[in-house]
């Protein structure tokens, strides 16, 4: 390989590392790492990073890193780099967790997700009140088909029952959640006002919390200080549309294929011009997920709750600097 191959293949990984680290994360924690180098790049967990009171199992965290894999995909599609994917055998302490190799020829999916890659910047998590609009049926099946694409199962929550159940036990999750204090420490650790803090969910992007928030099925309270910015009338409501996304097994390889679905989806809605709030207490909980599965009479495990709407936008976290992020190891192929 050429020098100028050399730098050129380099310059590609940092190129889908940049992507990779604009990933939706756990109360943006970026729990990754990048080892970049011309044959391959590398995605590493940084369990440093884990939420231990709220992810005990690490399956947060996992979700978390599948979502990066995604990004990466896109990314050299949009660069037009055929890549093969290995997803490695995940045991309790597995690095890398997957593995991504330039490869000769064109494969299938390649231009379906280079056209997701302006959408990796524009996407973030809206906390705001929704508005009325519907959405409508040939979203909700694409959304579908892109999260089976990924291994997944997307269901959208229609029956009335169904929703209330969702809303009764969203509320049952998040006050056993707040009652922990260790929980509630966590929140604190993972929020801040700081304007040049890289990682952690800021104030620009949570709601003031209080009594006028109006949620049916609670938004996580990130307003630990009393310093959201967003409006408090925030309304989550069991009326609005909430899709389930889930998997048939409930392993760290399907909690890893459960980010790539949910990062896919994400980028779908974005591009369709509606955004989305992961409610993700109700799957948190471990007594209240089985209760989940049993009230709506699934086979599968839930991972991630979706509300999905129209709404103003809201201010993207911040991100960590890709050179505090990667290793470079430059090798030949």
């Given at each position: 390989m050429?020098s100028?191959?050399?730098a050129?293949r380099?310059?590609?990984?940092?190129t889908?590392?940049?992507?990779a680290?604009?990933?939706?994360?756990?109360h943006?924690?970026?729990?990754?790492?990048f080892?970049?180098?011309?044959?391959?790049?590398?995605?590493?967990v940084?369990r440093t990073r884990?939420?231990?009171?709220?992810?005990?199992?690490g399956?947060?965290l996992?979700?978390?890193?599948?979502c990066?894999?995604?990004?990466?995909?896109?990314?050299?599609?949009a660069?037009?780099?055929?890549?093969?994917?290995?997803?490695?055998?995940?045991?309790?302490?597995a690095?890398?967790?997957?593995?991504?190799?330039?490869?000769?020829g064109?494969l299938?999916?390649?231009l379906?997700?280079?056209v997701?890659?302006p959408?990796?910047?524009?996407?973030?998590?809206?906390r705001?009140?929704?508005?009325d609009?519907?959405?409508?049926?040939?979203l909700?099946?694409?959304l579908?088909?892109?999260?089976?694409a990924?291994?997944?199962?997307?269901v959208?929550?229609?029956?009335?029952?169904?929703?209330?159940?969702?809303?009764r036990l969203?509320?049952?999750?998040?006050?056993l959640?707040y009652?922990?204090?260790?929980?509630r420490a966590?929140?604190?650790?993972w929020?801040?006002?700081d304007p040049?803090?890289?990682?952690g969910?800021?104030a620009?992007?949570?709601p003031?919390?209080?009594?006028?928030?109006?949620?049916?099925?609670?938004i996580?309270?990130?307003?630990?200080?009393?310093?959201g910015?967003?409006?408090?009338?925030?309304?989550?409501?069991?009326?609005?549309?909430?899709?389930?996304?889930?998997?048939?097994?409930?392993?760290p390889?399907q909690?890893?294929?459960?980010?790539?679905?949910?990062?896919?989806?994400?980028?779908?809605i974005?591009?369709?011009g509606f955004?989305?709030s992961?409610?993700t207490?109700?799957?948190?909980?471990?007594?209240?997920?089985?209760?989940l599965?049993?009230e709506?009479r699934?086979?599968?495990?839930?991972?991630?709750?979706?509300?999905?709407g129209?709404?103003?936008?809201?201010?993207s976290?911040?991100?960590?600097?890709?050179?505090?992020?990667?290793v470079?190891?430059?090798?030949?192929?």
């Open positions: 050429t100028t191959t050399t050129n380099l310059r590609a990984m940092r889908i590392a940049q992507a680290r604009l990933a939706p994360s756990v943006n924690t970026q729990p990754w790492r080892e970049l180098g011309t044959g391959s790049f590398d995605l590493h940084d884990q939420l231990r009171a709220l992810d005990p199992t399956r947060q996992m979700v978390s890193v599948g990066a894999l995604f990004n990466a995909r896109v990314s050299a599609a660069l037009g780099l055929p890549m093969q994917i290995e997803r490695m055998p995940l045991g309790p302490d690095n890398p967790v997957a593995r991504l190799r330039p490869t000769e064109t299938p999916d390649e379906r997700l280079a997701l890659e959408l990796i910047r524009i996407r973030s998590t809206n705001r009140r929704f508005a609009d519907p959405v409508p049926d040939d909700i099946a694409a579908t088909s892109a999260a089976q990924d291994g997944t199962r997307l959208q929550i229609i029956d009335e029952s169904d929703r209330l159940t969702i809303a969203s509320q049952r999750a998040d006050a959640q009652a922990d204090g260790a929980y966590e929140i604190r650790t929020t801040t006002n040049d803090r890289m990682d969910v800021p620009r992007a949570v003031h919390f209080d009594a006028g928030t109006g949620d049916e099925i609670p996580r309270d990130f307003d630990s200080t009393g310093a910015w967003l409006p408090t009338d925030t309304r989550s409501s069991h009326n609005q549309c909430l899709l389930l996304l889930g998997t048939q097994g409930d392993r390889d909690w890893l294929r459960t980010g790539e679905a949910l990062e896919h989806v994400w980028l779908e974005a591009r369709h955004v989305m992961p409610l207490q109700v799957v948190e909980v471990p007594a209240v997920r089985a209760r599965r049993e709506l699934i086979s599968m495990y839930p991972h991630i709750l979706m509300r999905v129209r709404a103003a936008p809201t201010a976290a911040s991100r960590r600097h890709l050179d505090d992020l990667i470079e190891t430059p090798t030949t192929s």
